[in-house]
């Protein structure tokens, strides 16, 4: 099976944002005749919102989007992401995000990479440690970078530095989840918006280590809200019922994207990856 896949978290109603993309990795899963799955990112409860997810895949029903098999929960597979970290080398570390950030970086890392500074304790050091706080378990990454081609960015080259698989209170961080859900539901295409285009390399060089093929990329530009930032709640009536309901929504979305037609099935007629815009849209408000 080969397959595409939108994968919302609940942390609230869905924007035109995030209906757009979702949109969108509908048409290019449909276009290329893929199944399209649906998976629910919920393995953060302090971000998840009562009733979110059925409001979320309402909507999503209600533009006319449909997926195939059951919807897919992350908090029901920490089974598979415990499994997948023993086949991984990874270390426990101790440091807060305000350590990190005062710690001196390596030449030429990116700003915020981890510096590996619990990278090569001694068992006595790990063992004082670990009476201070939890520990967060970490990659030990064997590569500096990794490179993933994008149908709409090209190549891209980004930096792999030693990224949390697994938070301090037991939490299995999104980049492990992600990797490892995709490759069990045969997912070869992920079409999501272009604020997650640097975290492709290192979940592309995950998805290698443990011993799959990372999927085909497009990431699509976002919606931005009047003021020019990334959209937002605080811009106003911008989720599906603020804004009308499908009706109004879908030809604001079609029109973004130079696309014709009415529904989901109709924008399918002349969808071309290669004709969509490379910028930001601005919401009309």
């Known amino acids: 099976m080969t397959a595409g896949r939108y994968a919302p978290s609940p942390s609230g109603d869905l924007h035109v944002g995030n209906l757009r993309t979702a949109l969108l990795a509908w048409l290019f899963a449909r ?17 998840t919102a ?11 029903a209600a533009l006319g989007l449909d997926w ?10 920490t089974e598979r992401y415990a499994a997948a970290l023993e086949r991984l080398g990874v270390y426990e570390c101790y440091c807060t995000r305000r350590e990190i950030l005062a710690a001196p970086s390596a030449p030429h890392a990116p700003e915020g990479a981890y510096p590996g500074t ?7 050091e790990r063992d004082v440690r670990r009476r201070e706080r939890p520990a967060a378990v970490r990659l ?23 990224f949390v698989l697994r ?4 939490t299995y961080a999104y980049n492990l989840a992600v990797v490892v859900d995709d490759a069990a539901q045969g997912i ?5 918006g272009d604020d997650l285009l640097s975290s492709a390399p290192r979940q592309a060089y995950l998805t290698t280590l443990l011993g799959a093929v990372p999927p085909t990329y497009a990431h699509v530009p976002m919606v931005l809200g009047p003021t020019g930032v990334r959209l937002a709640k605080r811009d106003g009536a911008v989720t599906l019922a603020e804004r009308g309901g499908p009706s109004v929504v879908l030809p604001e979305l079609a029109a973004s994207l ?3 037609g009415s529904t989901p099935r109709e924008m399918l007629d002349g969808f071309d990856p290669a004709r969509l815009p490379r910028e930001p849209w601005t919401l009309p408000i």
């Open 31 to 47: 276009s290329t005749g893929r199944d399209f799955l649906m998976r629910v990112e919920d393995l953060d409860i302090g971000r």
């Open 50 to 60: 009562d009733g979110a997810e059925a409001r979320q895949l309402a909507d999503l």
């Open 68 to 77: 195939d098999g059951d919807v897919v929960r992350q908090s029901s597979r």
């Open 118 to 124: 619990c990278r090569d304790l001694t068992e006595a």
């Open 140 to 162: 030990r990454a064997t590569v500096p970078s990794f490179t993933v081609t994008d149908l709409l960015h090209g190549e891209c080259t980004g930096a792999v530095d030693d």
């Open 167 to 170: 938070r301090g209170d037991g």
């Open 188 to 192: 070869d295409q992920v079409v999501r």
């Open 258 to 260: 130079g696309l014709r």
